[in-house]
């Protein structure tokens, strides 16, 4: 009896320590998303995403907020402040000067961008995470084509 | 159409003179902290909208929620959706002034202290701020610096019990704008 019951607490304590593993590394610890390998929620041109946020912020912010956007338009620049490489795709002057979409890419993706000439034809895929009354701003950037 | 013509000329210089006067970036930065025995959290944005007009001093900068990157993925998950609701509150903002923007003179390279005052709006709540930063002008750029606190209770930041212990009542927020004059 005394033996079985010492076998029971070692199993549970055995599962309890399993538990404890998979909630520090697959919960606590988890990795970030990996977008470069995430599905696309929207497949669609830049400018259309940008005009859907500038007639209405609200609605656009419910739509594309949170989620992975593959946007397809024309390259105007790669800016690099900092440590960051960014890829402006462009549709408006405004009071900030350029407005549209902002592209900041992954570092194993900044290379593919600065090597384009502006004017190409570029779709970059990454998550969206707002707008903020004059771009619309894109993380986590890679290249899809 | 020669007094159209002069009035959109007169538009036009209003315009230059106006822009002339203005300092933007599109890639601030803003950081808070929080430190508890238990553990330091950090996150950082580099994603801030900032301008300030050098002739009235107007001061604001636009900060979405979801850009703000953790360490971990966990935090980060939490912070959007159980405490700043980034969903329903998308955007954080300040919008004020310079008090003594008088003093800055934006010719000389030079560090000058100044004392910011505005609305700061965290998920919907607006609270009136008074923060003492500096302003460096350098090489016809102005480089922008605060660290301030912030009372989480303030703008309606509930943490829940079972983590209360890990995460401070008061975080603590550092902002670095590299502002360039607005070229038109």
Known sequence: MKRKILTAGAVLAGLGLIAGIFVYFFLFNKPHTDYSKAEADFEMKAVAVFEEFRTNPELASGKYNGKVLSLTGELTAVEQPDSLTIAVFSYEEGMFGSEGVRFTMLPEYAGSVIAVAPGSTLTLKGLCTGYNETDVIMEHCSVVK | ?184
């Open chain 2, 1 to 184: 159409m020669k007094k159209a013509t002069i009035l959109f000329m007169f538009a036009l210089l209003a315009t230059v003179s106006v822009s002339a006067q203005k300092y933007i970036t599109k890639n601030g930065y803003i950081r808070f902290f929080s430190s508890t025995p238990v553990e330091d959290i950090e996150a950082h944005n580099r994603q801030v909208n900032s301008a300030l007009d050098q002739k009235n001093g107007d001061f604001v900068f636009k900060v979405l929620m979801k850009s703000f990157q953790f360490e971990k993925a966990l935090m980060q998950e939490h912070f959007n959706e159980n405490y700043v609701e980034s969903d329903k509150f998308p955007n954080a903002t300040f919008s004020g002034k310079v008090k003594n923007i008088g003093e800055i003179d934006f010719t000389r390279n030079g560090v000058y202290q100044t004392t910011v005052e505005g609305d700061l709006t965290i998920k919907g709540i607006t609270k009136k701020v008074t923060e003492k930063g500096t302003f460096e002008v350098k090489d016809g750029k102005v480089i922008g610096k605060s660290t301030f606190n912030i009372l989480l209770a303030d703008y309606g930041i509930k943490i829940p019990n079972t983590v209360a212990s890990n995460i401070s009542k008061t975080i603590q927020i550092d902002v670095e704008v590299n502002l360039e004059k607005l070229a038109k």
